[in-house]
């Protein structure tokens, strides 16, 4: 079964950090680009973060450029994204996915993890 | 610029055709990808590349476009299709954008 389990959301303070891990399983982890996404209350989508299958490349947005870093581990099938000096903004649902190669689509879904950053 | 566009809201009524639009530059020079979401549950693909459909999605489900503007059509629109709808395409630099959504409504 192809699947992606996001985990390490929490409430956290302004200015402090956290770090969200993405298990996958069902797939050839090494062989995808994989993305976050996020999605504040009541909001539409907002895409955050890619990593190359290799870890070559990496994208940030705008918004979180310079305070969240995409990583991954290809031996443990895991996706991160480290983020600090967050900001009450932040608080979101945040999903990884898996691009589908050579479409530029999300073909797989985790179920997301909640990040609330509040004093 | 790498926005992309699409009505807030949209209804249909049950058994009647569909179309929600997005609109943005970069549809002139990448694909664009349509997902839909249920409240509390992550979205889901349903049309990818020029008018392709994962595993399982409806064929009531089609996608089609030209220059600056993408369509997602639901053809014979059921109750289980009302949710939001988001569009997808690449950006500059190698970013993603979604559009705002479309809430759809079935009558």
């Known amino acids: 079964q192809l699947q992606l389990v996001e985990s390490g959301g929490g409430v956290v303070q302004p200015g402090r950090s956290l770090r969200l891990s993405c298990v996958g399983s069902?797939?050839?982890?090494?062989?995808?680009?994989l993305h976050w996404v996020r999605q504040a209350p009541g909001k539409g989508l907002e895409w955050v973060a890619v990593?190359?299958?290799?870890?070559?490349?990496?994208y940030y947005a705008d918004s979180v450029k310079g305070r969240v870093t995409i990583s991954r581990d290809n031996s443990k099938n895991t996706l991160y994204l480290q983020m600090s000096n967050l900001r009450p903004e932040d608080t979101a649902v945040y999903y990884c996915?898996?691009?589908?190669?050579?479409?530029?689509?999300?073909?797989?879904w985790g179920q997301g993890t909640m990040v609330t950053v509040s004093s | 610029s790498s926005e992309l566009t699409q009505d807030p809201a949209v209804s249909v009524a049950l058994g009647q055709t569909v179309r929600i639009t997005c609109q943005g530059d970069?549809?002139?020079?990448?694909?664009v990808s349509w997902y839909k979401q249920k409240p509390g549950q992550a979205p889901i693909l349903v049309i990818f590349?020029?008018?392709n459909r994962p595993s399982g999605i409806p064929d009531r489900f089609s996608g089609s476009g030209s220059g600056t503007t993408a369509s997602l059509t639901i053809t014979g629109a059921q109750a289980e299709d009302e949710g939001d709808y988001y569009c997808?395409?690449?950006?500059?630099?190698?970013?993603?954008?979604f559009g705002g959504g479309t809430k759809l409504t079935v009558l």
């Open positions: 997808n395409s690449r950006g500059s630099g190698g970013h993603r954008v």
């Open positions: 990593i190359s299958h290799d870890a070559g490349n990496f």
């Open positions: 970069s549809l002139r020079n990448y694909y």
């Open positions: 590349g020029k008018n």
């Open positions: 996915s898996r691009e589908k190669a050579d479409y530029d689509a999300f073909d797989i």
């Open positions: 069902g797939f050839t982890f090494s062989n995808y680009a």
